[in-house]
């Protein structure tokens, strides 16, 4: 087992690396789809309203289903979650976490909202952030990786 801490937003986060008599990780794997929604200068973040983690702040976007693509699959999570309309462009990362529990892979896109409006449906609050808000929030440890990426990318 191999152990890894990391300070996230004032809390030390323990990764544990548990591998099986084989060597390979033995935990659940889930492949998810992250949407970064750029406008104006402000990227898109919403609260979680529910787990472990509530409270905690996570760019949009949802598990991949069986035999869907990512980008279908972010469409589909940002309708469910928003009732929103997005474009999908460039892969920004592919980001591989291990939290305790699981393995996860999170692909993560720029967006644009081709819909002004949005409604939130699982979320608790949602924000837009510029470049120098984006370290004010408490982030889910995989998606504070991305910030550095996205403030290129604003």
């Known amino acids: 087992?191999?152990?890894?801490?990391?300070?996230?937003?004032?809390?030390?986060?323990?990764?544990?690396?548990?591998k099986s008599e084989n060597g390979l990780p033995?935990?659940?794997?889930?492949?998810?789809?992250?949407?970064?929604?750029l406008k104006d200068g402000e990227v898109f973040v919403t609260q979680r309203g529910y787990g472990d983690f509530k409270g905690w702040w996570e760019f949009p976007g949802g598990k991949v289903e069986e035999r869907e693509c990512p980008r279908a699959a972010l469409v589909r999570e940002i309708r469910e979650e928003l009732d929103a309309e997005i474009s999908v462009g460039e892969l920004l990362e592919t980001v591989e976490w291990d939290y305790p529990n699981f393995h996860l892979t999170m692909h993560c896109f720029i967006c644009s909202l081709t819909s002004e409006s949005m409604h939130l449906n699982e979320h608790e609050a949602a924000a837009w952030l510029t470049k120098d808000e984006l370290k004010s929030v408490e982030w889910l440890p995989a998606d504070i990786t991305l910030i550095d990426k996205i403030k290129n990318a604003m």
């Open 1 to 18: 087992m191999t152990q890894q801490n990391y300070l996230v937003n004032q809390y030390l986060v323990t990764v544990r690396k548990v």
């Open 26 to 37: 033995n935990m659940k794997t889930i492949e998810v789809v992250a949407a970064i929604i």
